[in-house]
């Protein structure tokens, strides 16, 4: 049976690959260069017939056609119109020496996959060289052969200007990074010149607002230069700032009569004229060959119009800029220049939400915990940073926060919110509130900040926001966690044993959908050198495979992590090691080593609660105060303050009574637990009063103190300084 697939099986670039291997010549290849004679017959040999009409319908021809091999050598081509003048498609000559340098590797690289794969590859914008060093823009498309023949087909189209024009618009406008912008625009730009590079006001590359440039404080920098090779030393590249008295010419030159307009300096004797200074030249002048340049402000209108920087377009003084050209020019920096501006908006925005971001990453750890984070933001083109946060802070009764969280979507109003419920679950956890209360009160917080509609329609939305949220105790050496709908935390073990907590799953943070229900508080033993990752689902999430196993891959890594091993090191690799390629979300990373306090720091009492158990307290204190070496003034204020706590726990609650006494670094700290649910207030009392002093010694004494919640009564803890 006759394997040949029909036509009606055929794909449409089989049949564009079919068309194009007939209008290649079969009798072998001959110069790409070839001319076809007056009359418009082709010269012989190249198997090509003009139709009637020729010498027009050459002109207008921009059509040209190469076959390869599968050792990407030319077999055949049809290079033979006018436009296509100086390509030397030769037989049996590698394609690549039709490339300018810089570009063979991609461009090679897309040739093997068409090969491999059998997908096309089609309308790519691309440069090829002439025999005597010009560069053609073309829109090439690789086809694989036709059957029954081997290799690939390329198609070139010659780019006309016009054509140009919408292509260039079109691909300027798909990044939202202002380098990658202005490089867009440069290489729209190359068309018409041998070299092409935009400098931008240097508020506009940071992001700031532009509403005018005093003459004398003008400062440009290069955000893009093509064709990309090595320059000659001192010439201006992209990065670099502009020296001072080029900013200022530059500017002067568009905007003669504080109307910015394009001017055209026509050849290297009148740039030198214009620059007057060798410094300048070398700084500017990209080379003997390209001499006259023509510069295009970058207008965006307005009230009055604002440069933000100029487009510079260098060419061979034998080739002048035509009227025609310099109109096209203008017209394609016209229809981009807003692009550029969105470019600056979103890099204000970008930096905006990063500076935000940075402020909210944990600072250090302390004496009890070592912490280290990591934020990789998204690519500009994912529209930006926003929803992730992570922090860690210190509570006043020696336990340090953990929280992880995600907003949904990015931007600043994404990342407006993640600042507003990060310190939020600060304040509640410094004032005493347990985890799964505090996401009580968020849970409320995203239904008042926005709903579902408004949220999305701005691109991100406050409900549906995850949190995860843990307290670590470093005397018990234990850890309470509580989640609202975000992916659980990764625990190493001492012994190296890594997995992510078993944890309840519950739905995000105003998630109206779901049945309303009470958040679960998870207690976990963390002895000392145990190890936990907290993150956001950038880091574990990858369309490929499920997410659990993304979450067993970071057990894997964070399981290598040595205790020695400095942990901002440690981060940076779990990073690397996981982060996607092409990231599209954010990447959030904490990790935390406890330490906890040890067993001779610490020391723990309870005591029914009898008219004696102040004294009792006192005497304990006394004699481990003692032994700790403690100085008199110091004994006497701890062993008074806990005399106080003691004495309203007796009165003012049921037993029994904990006491606890932690050495701290450069203080002390004192708690006393209770089974009431009062919460003390401090008061000034009376003249004659006989009570009601106790709180304001206690106040006087310390250097802070406070209350927090447990699940049978209370804790008031104080801070004495040693």
């Known amino acids: ?139 090439l498309s690789i086809l694989p052969a036709a059957v029954p023949q081997e290799g690939l087909t390329v198609s070139v189209i010659a780019m006309a200007k016009r054509l140009h024009l919408y292509a260039a618009e079109t691909a300027i406008g798909t990044s939202l990074d202002i380098g990658e912008t202005a490089q867009s625009l440069a290489e729209s730009l190359l068309a018409w010149g041998d070299v092409a590079a935009v400098d931008l006001d240097f508020t506009v590359w940071t992001g700031e607002g532009v509403t005018g440039q005093a003459q004398g404080r003008i400062r440009l920098r290069r955000a893009a230069l093509v064709p990309n090779r090595a320059w ?155 929803g992730d946060w992570v922090n860690s802070f210190p509570l006043p009764d020696g336990r340090t926060a953990l929280v992880v969280g995600d907003v949904v979507g990015h931007g600043l109003g994404a990342a407006a919110t993640m600042g507003q419920l990060s310190m939020e679950a600060r304040a509640l956890l410094s004032a005493g509130l347990a985890p799964d209360e505090v996401l009580e009160h968020l849970d409320e917080t995203v239904t008042l900040l926005d709903d579902t509609e408004s949220g999305l329609a701005a691109g991100y ?62 207690t976990f033993d963390v002895p000392s050198g145990s190890l936990l990752a907290l993150y956001t689902d950038g880091l574990v999430e990858d369309p490929s495979v499920a997410i659990d196993d993304g979450i067993g891959r970071l057990a894997d890594v964070v399981s290598t992590v040595h205790p020695w091993d400095a942990l901002p090191q440690a981060a940076r690799h779990v990073v690397s090691a996981l982060a996607p390629p092409h990231q599209r979300d954010d990447v959030t990373l904490l990790l935390a080593r406890m330490i906890g306090y040890r067993k001779g720091d610490t020391a723990t009492w309870r005591l029914p609660a009898r008219t004696d158990a102040p004294a009792r307290a006192r005497a304990l204190l006394a004699a481990l105060l003692r032994q700790w070496h403690a100085r008199d003034g110091t004994r006497d204020n701890v062993l008074l303050l806990v005399s106080e706590l003691v004495t309203n726990a007796v009165r003012f609650a049921t037993g029994p009574i904990t006491v606890r006494l932690i050495r701290a670094g450069h203080s002390l700290l004192c708690e006393v637990g209770d089974t009431g649910n009062g919460r003390p207030r401090l008061r000034r009392g009376g003249l004659y009063d006989d009570g009601g002093r106790g709180l304001y010694v206690v106040h006087r004494l310390t250097t802070r103190w406070g209350v927090r919640w447990t699940d049978t009564g209370k804790v008031v803890w104080a801070e004495v300084a040693r």
């Open 232 to 386: 000659p030393e001192g010439y201006v590249t992209p990065g670099d700032d502009l020296p001072g008295d080029a900013s200022r010419l530059l500017a002067q030159a568009v905007r003669r009569d504080d109307a910015p307009q394009a001017i055209v300096i026509p050849d290297r004797k009148a740039v030198e004229r214009v620059l007057g200074s060798p410094q300048l030249i070398r700084a500017l002048v990209p080379g003997d060959p390209s001499a006259g340049v023509a510069c295009i402000p970058l207008v965006l209108d307005g009230a009055p119009p604002v440069v933000l920087g100029l487009a510079e377009i260098w060419r061979r003084a034998d080739s002048p800029f035509r009227d025609s050209e310099l109109f096209d020019l203008q017209e394609l920096v016209a229809r981009t220049v807003h692009h550029v501006d969105l470019a600056r908006q979103h890099q204000r925005e970008h930096k905006q939400v990063l500076a935000l971001q940075r402020r909210l990453l944990p600072r250090m750890g302390g004496n009890t915990i070592e912490i280290a984070s990591v934020y990789q933001p998204a690519t500009p083109d994912s529209a930006g940073v926003g």
């Open 461 to 522: 939305s406050a409900l549906g926001s995850t949190c995860c949220i843990a307290l670590y105790d470093p005397v018990s050496h234990s850890m309470a966690l509580s989640s609202a709908g975000h992916l659980p935390p990764v625990l190493v073990s001492p012994d190296g044993r890594a997995g992510p907590l078993a944890i309840r799953p519950h739905p995000g943070l105003g998630a109206e959908f779901a049945l309303r229900e009470p958040f679960d508080v998870h």
């Open 1 to 139: 049976m006759d394997s040949t697939p029909s036509s009606s099986s055929s794909s449409p670039f089989d049949m564009v690959s079919s068309a194009l291997g007939r209008y290649v010549p079969r009798g072998g290849a001959e110069p790409a260069a070839g001319r076809a004679d007056a009359d418009g017959r082709g010269e012989p040999g190249t198997g090509l017939r003009v139709p009637d009409g020729s010498v027009a319908g050459r002109q207008d021809q921009i059509l040209g056609v190469i076959n390869l091999d599968r050792d990407l050598r030319v077999i055949r081509s049809n290079l033979d119109a006018p436009v296509f003048a100086g390509l030397d498609a030769v037989a049996g000559s590698p394609f690549v020496d039709l490339l300018p340098p810089g570009d063979v590797p991609t461009v090679t690289r897309r040739l093997r996959q068409v090969l491999e794969t059998g997908e096309a590859h089609v309308a790519r914008i691309q440069r090829l060289r002439r025999r005597d060093g010009s560069e053609l823009v073309v829109s």
